[in-house]
Nanobody
Framework: QVQLVESGGGLVQPGGSLKLSCAASGFIFTLHSMGWYRQAPGKERELVASITSSQFTEYADFVKGRFTISRDNSKKTAYLQMNRLIAEDTAVYYC????????????????WGRGTQVTVSS
């Protein structure tokens, strides 16, 4: 049974930092690219960052230079280091394995974890 458990969110002031973790189980972690998504109230879920099994990373323009995605294959865990947070980063953050179609990433598993809430506010 696939499980994706996100953690590490919280309340942080603008300019602050957080590091999110995604513990994965139930599938062969090393065979999959992994991605972090976020969903703000009233908005659709969007891909924030991705990392392949060989550590190639890509970022959405709105987080480029501020967020860093990484993974530890031995721990079956993906991470998202978020620096210089702004109010617009407030959202629930989720992880999922990724599949590629027509040069775009899509979530691999239909079910999602509970996510972790990130709130950026003074």
């Amino acid at each position: 049974q696939v499980q994706l458990v996100e953690s590490g969110g919280g309340l942080v002031q603008p300019g602050g930092s957080l590091k999110l973790s995604c513990a994965a189980s139930g599938f062969i972690f090393t065979l999959h690219s992994m991605g972090w998504y976020r969903q703000a109230p009233g908005k659709e879920r969007e891909l924030v960052a991705s990392i392949t099994s060989s550590q190639f990373t890509e970022y959405a323009d709105f987080v480029k230079g501020r967020f860093t995605i990484s993974r530890d294959n031995s721990k079956k865990t993906a991470y998202l280091q978020m620096n210089r947070l702004i109010a617009e980063d407030t959202a629930v953050y989720y992880c999922n394995a990724l599949r590629m179609k027509d040069l775009s990433y899509y979530p691999y598993f239909p079910s999602w974890g509970r996510g972790t809430q990130v709130t950026v506010s003074s």
